[in-house]
């Protein structure tokens, strides 16, 4: 079945407690982006990469980072997360040319920074 | 600056009461508009691209169409599992990021 994972689906951590989701798609996809949904802002681009090796900014990058070491796998990265990342984030990946078919959105992660 | 806004925030339907939800967006260049259906605590699932306007697709119940400012999502003859939050966005015209509107939550009632 096509589809991207994200792991975990919920996490709880402490300020300042490094920490990774992990996101993988199994479709061959070429792009890859994290993005963070908030009530009331709705969902924003964090970081993303057109393919392997080439990862750039989106909206709201402070506090996160990302490597694309592989075609598959995307983790994003919170060196000392804070509060104000606790949110509910979302990878998606796409066939670069975009097409008919969208992004594909992973489960979600429910983050929480206390 | 791209914006997407969504209208109503919320609407209630009665099933088999059809309506239309309400994107209108601005944008540099549109490469592609796109309607996702979210239900809670999941990912957003996508339903439409459009490219251009005069441009209509058809699922089941749910119809969208593009203007050169605005797209309408029309439900026809809703149901119970219609009920969701359906997200607008448009691609950037540098082709790297979807600019989401807030969402339109839909509640169908029997």
């Known amino acids: 079945e096509a589809q991207v994972t994200q792991n975990p689906r919920y996490l709880i951590t402490v300020t300042g407690k490094k920490l990774t989701v992990t996101c993988s798609q199994n479709m061959n996809h070429e792009y890859m982006s994290w993005y963070r949904q908030d009530p009331g802002l709705g969902l924003r681009q964090i970081y993303y990469s057109m393919n392997v090796e080439v990862t750039d900014k989106g909206d709201v990058p402070e506090g996160y980072k990302v490597s694309r070491k592989e075609k598959r796998n995307f983790p994003l990265i919170l060196e000392s997360p804070s509060p104000n990342q606790t949110s509910l984030y979302f990878c998606?990946?796409?066939?670069?040319?975009?097409?008919?078919?969208?992004?594909?959105f992973g489960s979600g992660t429910r983050l929480t920074v206390v | 600056e791209d914006q997407v806004t969504q209208s109503p925030e919320a609407l209630r339907l009665q099933e088999g009461e059809s309506s239309s939800l309400n994107c209108s967006y601005t944008v540099s260049g549109l490469r592609g508009l796109f309607w996702y259906r979210q239900d809670p605590g999941k990912g957003p699932e996508f339903l439409f691209t459009l490219y251009s306007a005069g441009e209509e697709k058809e699922k089941e119940r749910l119809k969208a169409t593009l203007t050169k400012k605005e797209s309408f999502l029309h439900i026809t003859a809703p149901k119970p599992e219609d009920s969701a939050t359906y997200l607008c966005a448009v691609q950037d015209q540098a082709g790297t990021a979807l600019i989401f509107g807030k969402g339109t939550t839909l509640s169908v009632s029997s």
């Open positions: 998606a990946s796409s066939l670069a040319g975009q097409g008919n078919y969208g992004y594909t």
